[in-house]
């Protein structure tokens, strides 16, 4: 199992949108607490690409936020989702931003958020990322809005 051997594979699993039964992606992030998501992109050189030189690694978080998967019907043509947020939640994928780049020879880490609108939520995420990033003086800390250009 899983939980015993720490290795899985697994290959793509599709989920019906709008109806049917839960992602099993999403189901199986919940019950082994896979909460960190690794995208590494990097730019391949002699290939072209619209933008050279990128070497990133993404790291989004796969538990929480709309991920919570909790929504409800209000009343017929009115279904609420909540995005939940939590301080243990935001330090662990913040720490674990931190470490990454440190382990991978990383300047900077980028937190990105919504908190000009999301006041409480993406303000506790940058609350706590600030605290995590003063952790770690050697890496440089930024912020983004999420669809700021």
Same mark, same amino acid.
Request: aromatic share 6%; no cysteine.
């Given at each position: 199992?899983?939980?015993? /051997? !720490?290795?899985?594979? =697994?290959?793509?699993?599709? /989920?019906p949108i709008?109806?049917?039964?839960?992602?099993?992606?999403?189901?199986?992030?919940?019950?082994?607490?896979?909460?960190?998501?690794?995208?590494?992109?990097?730019?391949?050189?002699? %290939?072209? /690409?619209?933008?050279?030189? #990128?070497?990133l690694?993404?790291?989004?978080? +796969? /538990?929480?936020?709309?991920?919570?998967?909790l929504e409800?019907?209000?009343?017929?043509?009115? #279904?609420?989702?909540?995005?939940?947020?939590? @301080?243990?939640?935001?330090?662990?994928?913040?720490?674990?931003?931190?470490?990454v780049?440190?382990?991978? =020879?990383? !300047? !900077? #880490?980028?937190?990105?958020?919504?908190? +000009?609108? %999301?006041?409480?939520?993406?303000?506790?995420?940058? @609350?706590?990322?600030?605290?995590?990033?003063?952790?770690?003086?050697?890496?440089?800390?930024?912020?983004?809005i999420?669809?700021a250009?």
């Amino acid at each position: 199992s899983l939980r015993e /051997t !720490k290795i899985g594979l =697994k290959g793509p699993i599709g /989920t019906p949108i709008g109806t049917g039964f839960r992602s099993v992606n999403v189901e199986l992030r919940k019950r082994l607490d896979l909460y960190a998501n690794f995208r590494p992109a990097r730019s391949i050189k002699g %290939l072209k /690409t619209r933008h050279d030189d #990128v070497d990133l690694i993404v790291i989004r978080e +796969n /538990t929480e936020g709309l991920y919570s998967g909790l929504e409800h019907m209000v009343v017929p043509g009115v #279904v609420e989702s909540q995005r939940v947020i939590t @301080e243990s939640g935001s330090k662990r994928i913040i720490q674990a931003a931190f470490k990454v780049a440190r382990n991978f =020879k990383r !300047k !900077k #880490v980028t937190v990105v958020h919504k908190a +000009n609108i %999301l006041k409480l939520s993406d303000g506790l995420f940058l @609350e706590v990322a600030r605290e995590v990033a003063r952790q770690y003086p050697d890496i440089e800390y930024q912020e983004a809005i999420v669809d700021a250009t």
